[in-house]
């Protein structure tokens, strides 16, 4: 097996040799360069075609942001966000995450001195991701759908991980005004999951927030489950209501997205739709073949568009999966399983 090939872009020698140390510790990765800005790291792509680039955001000739929204946009590639300021209330993190960035790690600090113990691990891991290029952010303002959309009594179970950040984006901006109601399990820290909804917000046509305990969810609205310690379930009868509870890690996460399909198909049986997009590992497909197995109809993101074929695909293997689409299908196919119209025209 051939070594990951990184380029290290960060303006500070002193960082490029901490991060370098703490990557060559690790016998599968080659580090093959270093840039101190975007202008240098530009050329060196070009000449070493690196598997990786961890790359920083603060920088004197270009930010790391807009560097990789150039990235993302002429050569698509892995990168990793390595910086103080993904740190800071999430929101450069979720830009970067929203541009196609596959993970972001936060600098050591005196508050939290052992944040690169992983970072081999990750860039490993972003290494065998498949990164898409980059869309411009669109808001869904078809009156076409909108006229044509009815709700039934159905809600939408979504779940993701690596890659889920863009994943999401790409389903909740072309969804209308009045959407089913839709809860969302994405692996993140705290934090971020309240600014990742915030921003979602801002650029969605439904009304998107962190989940709340107790929230009922109504057509229009999307809940986001909190990054932490708090797994997001659903409960109810009749009327159906967010609830977050503590417990252990699932699967490695807490929330877990096994934990809310599992809820769902205790709950609400076969009125929910259940969607499994990118990520890592095996969290969800145990709980999507429940959510079929109640009479759920069930959405794998397809292998082509996922930035990691793990969760739909595990999903997939054990017949969780009722159908496979590409991420930019799934939202339609979210609308025509929840359109009153639609069925009844049927």
Same mark, same amino acid.
């Given at each position: ?167 999401? @984006? ?11 109601? &839709? ?24 009304? &998107? @927030? ?6 009922? !969810? ?11 310690? !708090? ?54 497909? /145990?709980?999507? !073949? ?24 595990? /999903? ?10 590409? &991420? ?16 009844? /025209? /049927?």
């Amino acid at each position: 097996m051939s070594k990951v090939r990184v380029l290290i872009v960060d303006d500070s020698k002193t960082m490029q040799l901490i991060i370098r140390q703490h990557l060559l510790a690790d016998s599968d990765i080659e580090v093959v360069g270093t840039a101190d800005g975007a202008l240098v790291a530009r050329q060196m792509i070009k000449q070493l075609n690196p598997d990786v680039i961890t790359l920083d955001v603060e920088m004197p000739d270009m930010n790391g942001i807009d560097f990789l929204d150039r990235i993302m946009k002429l050569r698509p590639m892995p990168v990793v966000m390595v910086s103080t300021l993904t740190a800071k209330g999430g929101e450069v993190a979720i830009e970067a995450l929203s541009l196609g960035a596959v993970d972001c790690v936060v600098k050591p600090s005196p508050e939290h001195p052992d944040t690169f113990q992983t970072l081999a691990l990750r860039v490993k891991a972003a290494a065998r991701a498949r990164v898409q290029p980059s869309v411009p952010e669109t808001v869904s303002r078809d009156s076409a759908v909108h006229a044509n959309h009815a709700p039934d009594d159905k809600i939408v179970a979504i779940g993701s991980s690596t890659g889920g950040v863009e994943a999401i @984006q790409a389903i909740l901006t072309k969804l209308p005004a009045n959407c089913p109601p &839709i809860v969302i399990t994405q692996h993140m820290p705290p934090t971020f999951t309240r600014t990742l909804a915030n921003r979602l917000d801002r650029i969605c046509a439904p009304s &998107i @927030q962190e989940a709340e305990n107790g929230a009922m !969810l109504r057509p229009g609205h999307v809940y986001i489950a909190p990054g932490g310690n !708090l797994h997001l379930e659903v409960i109810g009868r009749g009327t159906l209501q967010c609830r977050l509870v503590a417990g252990e890690l699932v699967n490695g996460h807490c929330p877990s997205v096994d934990v809310l399909f599992g809820s769902v198909a205790r709950f609400a049986g076969a009125k929910a739709v259940g969607v499994i997009l990118t990520g890592m590992g095996t969290d969800g497909a /145990a709980g999507l !073949l429940k959510m079929r197995q109640a009479g759920a109809s069930t959405i794998g993101q397809n292998e082509a568009t996922c930035v990691v074929y793990g969760m739909p695909k595990a /999903a997939h293997q054990i017949g969780a999966v009722q159908i496979q689409k590409p &991420i930019n299908s799934i939202a339609a196919e979210i609308m025509g399983m929840t359109n009153a119209r639609a069925q009844g /025209a /049927a």
